[in-house]
């Protein structure tokens, strides 16, 4: 598994400060896809030492770490999840992926993400959207797609 970039955000997972990681080599292909450079092999591979190295470098200021992408090695994301956690941070998961794959293991897992982009249906903050975005607490997955919506002050 590659990493192509990284980034603080916080927009990504709700209520977390999340260390965002680019995963290359996506085999979904979506149509519209934000990011079709994730598509390519590019990047570093994402093995203990980096995942440590940047768990050091920036565990002290994030509350979760997201794996955006994985969906070639699924059984990969499952064990730098459990390696995340085992260092006392959340954890995420943007899968393209409709069904999670037979490896997935809710413990392993805060916050999971599924569903392919489908243009017309545009992003989790689109009410409109076919994806989908979970917390699991307690072996429980409770959809929070919406909390990606904009709330509308009145005046």
Partial sequence: MKIASYDIVFQDV???????????QCPNRCPGCHSPMLQED???LLDDDMLDGLLERYGHDVTCVCFMGGDREPGEVMR????????????????????????????SLDYVKVGPYIESRGPLPNPATNQRMYRIDNGDMIDITASFRKKRVGL
């Fill in 80 to 107: 730098l999840a459990d390696r995340v956690h085992a260092a006392g941070i959340k954890t995420a998961w943007y899968s393209g992926r409709q069904e999670l794959p037979d490896c997935f293991r809710k413990e």
């Fill in 42 to 44: 590019i990047g570093l």
């Fill in 14 to 24: 709700p209520g977390e400060v999340t260390l965002s990681l680019n995963l290359s």
